[in-house]
């Protein structure tokens, strides 16, 4: 199961099937993204694909010499754009493939708009969301809940992405979901409801072990989403940010023109695709290989030592920046994380995130948080974060200072809707709004499981945390996971270990659990696993998820790194 893959035979079915002669592709914004995230345009271009328009753009030349491949998703607005455009034709002849079901009344529209006889094929091409790595998709929504609820737009919105994931997978699966999260009870019953009411579509080879899709809700796990990161992929987007595939450079001390925007793409990125998974100190030494190499061929006795130094011997070899310009992107992206982590006091900070949400010692936890709230170096954004998790971690402990901190947050020029965070928190991802016993603070054998494991960490204290799904994962495999706290939905039940697993998370996934799906796949013999979202999230964007749930909250790393 590759959803990369998936998506990209679509679109080179599409441009195959119109045949040879140039080609105009024309899509929506978000089939845009969908295209931009598989395809390099230099690929693209090797297609005789010309040129890229989108469907709402006004003013666009009427071209009768190119073919027109349209590609969009079935909304309203396109097919009314779609009628308009097949009236008025601009290209010559026209291919139309909508990313998800479309209706038998939206075909009509279209035949009757097509008076010219343009039109040659009308498809339906199930690529209705973004593929991010091979096993992880996102829907790109920040903002399904609405209180404690779907946002009826979202709950749509998601059942066609995820629908269309299964359909591109070619899997109909068996449903299993969170019973504690009525909104995944939702989600799972409306997957069934368009698996039924489609079951043509859904007509797959049987296999010998049926496939399970699992619905999870990020409430169960809000702590994941909180934590500093330390493996490449995981850390850039939560220290700079990755937007479909995009890393804004713009605010680098020193950047050149040309690399104020990078893209960061395992597709088209050899170094990424090796080094994404890989934890900071190896992306270092990594990087420092390559430049090493190249001074082998360049007889360049340069000293090159630190990430410092790599960057002054690109500026100083600009015939390596052309020769590698890969590399010199790394080198730039890896030099600011440097430059934030030692600016910002991320070890310190981050090293008390891992005992907290891993070990159990309060007194210690709630000193160090204390003297960070202190340190002026650390950011807004990072003070807010530890409070957020001491306040989850000791929810119930008689003796919490959660209150005590708030206060400290007051002193340290938070203002009172990014200290509402704090309450909105519990309010979101707390005891009473879990199904699980995130921190085991009522199990033994559980605590002592976790301290064993802060233990084995000591030597990485970065990384001693393990998300949620990677203990639901774990259960699910050995065929141990609870039926009483994740259903099935209908009487049927899988006997066997399964092999194709989609987990799908409401309210957003992570890089982290991306990775541990990555090691699953890696590891497990047979087990293949994929894993979606509404959203991919670091800490900023899951504070604006918990805004649409509860409280308002936004705070943006702009802000936080403000003094």
Request: charge should be neutral; hydrophobic fraction near 40%.
């Amino acid at each position: 199961m590759n959803v990369i893959l998936a998506i990209k035979q679509y679109i080179s079915k599409m441009i195959d099937d119109s045949g040879p002669g140039m080609k105009v592709l024309l899509m929506d914004k978000e089939t845009t993204s969908i295209v931009s995230m598989v395809y390099a345009q230099s690929e693209i271009l090797q297609k005789e694909v010309y040129l890229f328009e989108r469907i709402e753009s006004t003013g666009r030349e009427t071209m009768k010499h190119l073919k027109c491949i349209c590609f969009l998703r079935p909304t309203k607005e396109n097919i009314d754009l779609l009628a308009q455009e097949l009236r008025m034709s601009k290209y010559g002849l026209y291919y139309i493939y909508l990313s998800n079901v479309v209706s038998k009344q939206d075909v009509k529209t279209l035949a009757e708009a097509d008076d010219q006889e343009v039109v040659r094929e009308v498809q339906e091409f199930f690529g209705d969301y973004i593929a991010v790595n091979p096993h992880l998709f996102t829907l790109n929504i920040v903002g399904c809940y609405k209180g404690i609820d779907w946002s009826p737009a979202a709950l749509k919105r998601t059942t066609q992405g995820l629908t269309s994931a299964l359909l591109s997978l070619k899997k109909c699966p068996m449903i299993r979901y969170q019973n504690s999260s009525e909104m995944a009870r939702k989600l799972a019953e409306s997957v069934r409801s368009t698996i039924s009411k489609d079951a043509g579509l859904f007509d797959f080879r049987r296999t010998d072990v049926e496939p399970v899709l699992l619905i999870l809700d990020r409430k169960d796990d809000a702590v994941t989403p909180m934590l500093n990161q330390w493996t490449y992929q995981a850390m850039v987007h939560e220290l700079l940010g990755i937007n479909n595939n995009r890393v804004s450079l713009a605010n680098v001390p020193g950047i050149s023109k040309d690399l104020q925007e990078v893209v960061l793409s395992a597709e088209h990125d050899e170094f990424y695709a090796t080094n994404m998974y890989m934890n900071f100190g190896e992306i270092g030494n990594n990087i420092k290989e390559l430049m090493d190499e190249f001074q082998k061929k360049s007889q360049s006795h340069a000293k090159v030592e630190s990430i410092a130094d790599m960057k002054a011997f690109i500026e100083n070899y600009p015939q390596f920046k052309k020769m590698s310009g890969t590399v010199s992107k790394h080198v730039t992206v890896v030099g600011e994380l440097s430059r934030l982590v030692a600016r910002q006091e991320l070890l310190e900070v981050s090293e008390t995130e891992q005992e907290l949400v891993c070990q159990g010692d309060h007194s210690a936890s709630l000193q160090k948080i204390k003297t960070l709230l202190n340190n002026n170096k650390v950011t807004q954004l990072d003070k807010l974060r530890l409070v957020m998790l001491y306040a989850l971690r000791y929810e119930s402990h008689s003796n919490n200072d959660v209150a005590g901190l708030v206060e400290t947050l007051r002193k340290q020029g938070i203002g009172e809707k990014h200290r509402a965070c704090v309450s909105a928190i519990l309010e979101y991802g707390g005891r009473k709004a879990r199904g699980s016993d995130l921190f085991g603070s009522t199990d033994p054998v559980a605590f002592t499981k976790r301290f064993l494991k802060g233990l084995k960490g000591v030597e990485n204290v970065y990384t001693q945390h393990k998300p949620l799904l990677y203990s639901i994962l774990d259960q699910l495999m050995k065929s141990k996971l609870r039926e009483a706290a994740y259903p099935y939905l209908g009487s049927a039940q899988l006997k066997d270990r399964p092999q194709d697993i989609i987990v799908f998370v409401i309210g957003g996934t992570t890089f982290e659990e991306a990775f541990c799906v990555h090691q699953f796949n890696k590891s497990v013999p047979g087990v293949r696993i994929v894993l979606g979202g509404t959203a991919v999230h670091n800490f900023t964007t899951f504070l604006d998820e918990v805004q649409t749930a509860g409280q308002p909250v936004s705070l943006s790393r702009a802000d936080a790194v403000r003094r």
